[in-house]
C-alpha cells in the first residue's frame, strides 16, 4: 500500500521539471561529485535512476557503461527517451525493477551508485536488505558511491534552525533518512569489509528552501562560534 503511494508519487514527479529533486542546486552537485568520482570507462549499476541523468552523463563524458533501474515506470520510460536523445542509448540502458529485489540477471559491475535512493525504503531493514544487495552487484574491488540523506545532518541542521529561531524540518512523508550508526552498524558486517564503500553524506533535507545552500561544510563552523558564544 505505501510502496504503492510511493510508486504513484515518483510517476508524477515523472512528468515534472526537476523530477528526481526540487533542488537543482544540489543536484548540480552531486553530478559535479559523481563525474569527479567515477573513473573513465567505468561499468555501473545505479539504483533509484530517476531520469537518467547521472548515468547519460557519466556515459557522454566518461565513456561509461550500465544499467539504471527504478521502480517507476514512468522514470524509466523518461530515462530511456533522455537516452536516446543525447546518443547514449547504446551504452546504457534502464529497466524497471526495485531494491531490495532487484531482477536476477544483473550481474556485477566497477560501481553501483544510489543518489537519494535508499531513504525512500520503508524500513530500516529494507534500507539494510537493499544495501547488502547493492554490495552483491560488484566486481571484487568495486565501489558503492552511496549519495543518501542523513538524521545526523538535519538534527544538525536543525539545531542551528532553533539558535535562529526558525522552525523544525523533519524528512518527507515518503523518506526515512539513513544515520550515521546505522551505516556503520552495516559496514561492520563481515562480508561488507570486502569491498570499498564510498559514503558520501548530503547531510540536509535539501529540498526544503530555506536550507538549499546550508551545507554542513559552510554550516558547522558557524554552529561552533553560535554554541561558544551562547
Ligand atoms: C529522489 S529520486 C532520485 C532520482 C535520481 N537518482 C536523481 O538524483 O535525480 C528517487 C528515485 O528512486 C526511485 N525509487 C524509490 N524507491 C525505489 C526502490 N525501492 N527501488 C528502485 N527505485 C526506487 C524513485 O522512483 C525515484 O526515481
Not at 4 to 28: C, H, I, M, V, Y
Not at 157 to 185: E, V
Request: charged share 30%; net charge positive; hydrophobic share 40%.
Amino acid at each position: 500500500m505505501l510502496e504503492q503511494k510511493k510508486r504513484a508519487f515518483w510517476d508524477e514527479r515523472a512528468a515534472g521539471d526537476n523530477p528526481g529533486s526540487n533542488d537543482f542546486t544540489l543536484k548540480r552537485l552531486e553530478m559535479k561529485l559523481i563525474l569527479e568520482r567515477i573513473p573513465k570507462s567505468s561499468r555501473i549499476l545505479e539504483v533509484g535512476s530517476g531520469a537518467g541523468e547521472a548515468l547519460v552523463a557519466l556515459a557522454k563524458e566518461k565513456n561509461c557503461t550500465g544499467v539504471g533501474i527504478d521502480f517507476s515506470e514512468a522514470m524509466v520510460r523518461r530515462a530511456r527517451v533522455y537516452a536516446k536523445k543525447n546518443r547514449c542509448d547504446k551504452k546504457v540502458r534502464f529497466e524497471v525493477g526495485k531494491t531490495p529485489d532487484l531482477p536476477s540477471h544483473l550481474g556485477t559491475f566497477d560501481f553501483v551508485l544510489t543518489e537519494r535512493c535508499l531513504v525512500n525504503l520503508n524500513s530500516r531493514d529494507a534500507q539494510k536488505k537493499a544495501f547488502i544487495e547493492l554490495m552483491s552487484h560488484l566486481k571484487s574491488g568495486g565501489q558503492y558511491l552511496m549519495i543518501e540523506d542523513f538524521q545526523d545532518g538535519l538534527d544538525n541542521t536543525n539545531a542551528f534552525r532553533k539558535m535562529l529561531k526558525l522552525y523544525r524540518i523533519d524528512p518527507p512523508w515518503h523518506n526515512i533518512f539513513l544515520t550515521q550508526k546505522q551505516i556503520d552498524s552495516w559496514e561492520s558486517s563481515s562480508h561488507i569489509l570486502k569491498v570499498r564503500l564510498l559514503v558520501l553524506f548530503i547531510r540536509e533535507g535539501t529540498w526544503y528552501r530555506e536550507c538549499g545552500n546550508c551545507f554542513q561544510s559552510l554550516l558547522e563552523p558557524c554552529a561552533k562560534r553560535m554554541r561558544m558564544l551562547a
